[in-house]
């Protein structure tokens, strides 16, 4: 039998029976009970390879596969429920964006800068932009999705300005570093690999949704 085909057995053995010693006494007859006399001798013989109708599975695969099997079906159910976004009947563009990126934000695979200028709750002009993959971990964007809430920029995100009051505020999160002693403008360096985001728009085409 090919490693694929073992593989295969053993998954199949796995999903069929909750313990390894269900499995074992699958394996053993009336007969085999009826000469040993002894559950737990014919259950190391099956165990050994000596005694059984069936694919030989020794424990720490079965209990390794078992494990895994689990795992994958934590975090699959995990998954499901961290997708906040999933779901939704979404019509606004902008949330459908977010919704589509929210996924790869959570598990690393994208990370994503929001730029947004919008007027807050008392009227005011607020801009700045936002490290989406953090956000997600810290806030429940369920009001962002089922549109109970707007998306806007805080004083916590990376950068913030108020443009009635002309409060500014810069901070690095766990995935950017926050450059401000740029003549030219604010710089995001990404801290995984430490490339230079300039989102000054003579370089970089600023849309309400930057991709990084």
Same mark, same amino acid.
């Not at 006494?25 to 099956?46: F, H, M, P």
């Not at 997708?83 to 994503?112: H, I, P, Y």
């Given at each position: ?10 998954? #199949? ?19 085999d ?9 014919a ?14 599975? +020794? ?9 895994? %099997?689990e ?8 998954? +499901? ?23 790869? #934000?959570?598990?690393? +695979? ?23 993959a953090h ?10 999705f #089922? ?17 009635? #009051?002309? %409060? ?10 926050? %450059? ?33």
């Amino acid at each position: 039998m090919d490693p694929e085909e073992g593989s295969t057995a053993v998954d #199949n053995i796995v999903t069929q029976f909750n313990t390894y010693e269900d499995f074992l006494d699958s394996q053993i007859t009336t007969v085999d009970l009826y000469y040993l006399e002894d559950e737990s001798l014919a259950r190391q013989l099956v165990e050994l390879g000596y005694r059984g109708t069936g694919e030989v599975v +020794k424990r720490e695969d079965f209990e390794a596969r078992k494990a895994a %099997i689990e795992i994958a079906r934590l975090a699959e159910r995990t998954q +499901k429920k961290t997708l906040t976004s999933a779901g939704k009947d979404l019509q606004d563009n902008f949330l459908k964006a977010l919704a589509v990126r929210e996924d790869d #934000n959570r598990n690393g +695979k994208v990370s994503s800068v929001i730029f947004i200028r919008d007027r807050n709750s008392h009227g005011q002009e607020v801009s700045g932009y936002i490290d989406y993959a953090h956000r997600l971990k810290i806030e429940d964007f369920e009001v962002y999705f #089922n549109g109970k809430r707007r998306l806007l920029p805080r004083p916590t995100d990376m950068s913030f300005y108020n443009w009635d #009051n002309h %409060i500014a505020v810069c901070n690095s999160t766990p995935n950017y570093q926050v %450059i401000t002693d740029n003549p030219e403008g604010l710089l995001f360096k990404y801290k995984r690999d430490r490339k230079i985001l300039n989102v000054d728009p003579k370089h970089f085409n600023a849309y309400s949704l930057l991709l990084w």
